[in-house]
């Protein structure tokens, strides 16, 4: 049974920072294509971040280019997202979901195993 638990969420004030993890588990890890996706209020599910763990090649949204960092611990099946230089609008339930194929690597239909979510908060 395919299961992925986020954590690390929290509040932090605009310019901050935060960690995000999503240890995987009950799947091929490393074969699977691995994203983080965010939902705020009345907006859609965004695609900011995927990785594929067995080559570590990553893609990102030009919302977080140059400010978040996905990256894996293979021997923990868990990937991070490193959210530097936080804004207000970065504010969103977080999730991350896993894929054994995304021709998309962004789209969040492509996925179809989702964690719980972890709320992110900015504050000015």
């Known amino acids: 049974q395919v299961q992925l638990v986020e954590s690390g969420g929290g509040s932090v004030q605009a310019g901050g920072s935060l960690r995000l993890s999503c240890a995987a588990s009950g799947y091929s890890y490393s074969r699977n294509f691995m994203g983080w996706f965010r939902q705020a209020p009345g907006k859609e599910r965004e695609g900011i971040a995927a990785?594929?763990?067995?080559?570590?090649?990553?893609w990102y949204a030009d919302s977080v280019k140059g400010r978040f960092t996905i990256s894996q611990d293979n021997a923990k099946s868990t990937v991070y997202l490193q959210m530097n230089s936080l804004k207000l609008e970065d504010t969103a339930i977080y999730y991350c979901?896993?894929?054994?194929?995304?021709?998309?690597?962004?789209?969040?239909?492509?996925?179809?195993?989702w964690g719980q979510g972890t709320q992110v908060t900015v504050s000015s």
């Open positions: 990785i594929y763990p067995l080559l570590g090649t990553t």
């Open positions: 979901a896993a894929a054994p194929s995304a021709s998309r690597k962004l789209a969040p239909d492509e996925y179809p195993y």
